[in-house]
């Protein structure tokens, strides 16, 4: 292997110990020592890929944004070019795709928010991706509401991020249909005229 080859193995190696450790017992809990352990790489080579703890949680996070995002335009778009579809779409993949692995939805919902200050800007640019997806599958149609769709998509991934920490922390979790029926409820009541 190449110097940058090994880089991007352990890269993705750390990456794949933080996905399991900053989601159990949680990211301030995780040592960069707990990290490498899983690892299986020295605390040296953890510097080499990463300045700290915040900024793999930084990378990891960004990674879970992408491939949800992913997911769900790619469940948009192969709907009809509705309100209701593309709702009942966006809604449906996002809440599944994020709730199939409890890791991803404590991640993304919980420990990004434990991790305190240093993962405000990061998780400001999840919003901003999702917020983006949301006026970009709503605002063209004529159904959807003329208020304010910026401030809507805000309210409605508070309300959804709500619902998934509901999820992540109750002993006896909503089932996952339930959780996605609420969201479509609010998202139609919010966005249709």
Known sequence: M?????????RERLIAAAYVLY??????????????????????????????????MQALHARCIQETLESM????????????DRVEAGVTEYIRFVTEDRRRARILHMEVRRAGDCLITSRQLGVAGF???IKANVADLPEATKANQHLLALGMIGAVQELLIEWVLSDDPPPVESLISTAIHIFRRSFVT
């Open 23 to 56: 989601s159990d017992p949680g990211f301030p809990e995780t040592t960069i020592e707990r990290l490498c352990a899983r690892a299986r790489i020295s605390n040296r080579a953890f510097y080499e890929c990463f300045s700290g703890r915040e900024e793999l």
């Open 131 to 133: 917020v983006d997806a």
């Open 2 to 10: 190449s110097p940058e080859e090994r880089l991007a193995e352990r």
């Open 73 to 84: 335009y790619k469940a948009i778009d192969q709907v009809p070019d509705t309100l209701a």
